[in-house]
């Protein structure tokens, strides 16, 4: 399972379950995740049929 995060329409990177789900249990709207030492706050969660995982954050 791969998530792709943008910020404000950036892209920041893709990045597998395991960088997310050590912090946290769940990743939904108001969860916070840390990149590259900086928490974000996650916005919008989409997935597309393809099986594709976007976090948007800011």
Known sequence: MD????L???YLGGFSKNDF????KVISR??????TNQTY???NVMIRDT????????
């Open 3 to 6: 998530f792709k995060v943008y």
């Open 8 to 10: 404000n329409a950036n």
């Open 21 to 24: 789900f050590d912090e946290t």
């Open 30 to 35: 108001g969860a916070l995740i840390t990149i």
């Open 41 to 43: 706050c996650v916005q």
């Open 51 to 58: 099986g594709e995982i976007i976090l948007e954050v800011s």
